[in-house]
């Protein structure tokens, strides 16, 4: 089966290796502002499911996709690192 999924895709930097299979991941976004041109940053805070928490460590930049819910807060699981 080919890798055809309708499942979301986001980017981001890990900021934090919370508990045994969760790590947090910031994604950035940058936007111009509609009127005024000014670039903005945004940012936003996800849990994100992981089998071995080993094989990332802070800071890394990883790729992340939408998933069934592991639990309230929890809907993104790993999907692979980012070579950068």
């Not at 299979?21 to 996800?46: A, Q, S």
Request: glycine share 2%.
């Amino acid at each position: 089966m080919d890798d055809k999924s309708n499942k979301r895709k986001l980017t981001g930097k890990v900021i934090k290796l919370s508990s045994e299979k969760t790590i947090k991941v910031r994604v950035e976004r940058k936007y111009p502002h509609p009127k005024y041109g000014k670039i903005i940053k945004e940012h936003k805070n996800y849990l994100v499911h992981i089998e071995d928490q080993n094989s990332v460590e802070l800071n890394d930049l990883v790729e992340i996709q939408e998933c069934r819910p592991f639990s309230r807060n929890k809907t993104w699981e790993f999907s692979k690192k980012v070579n950068d």
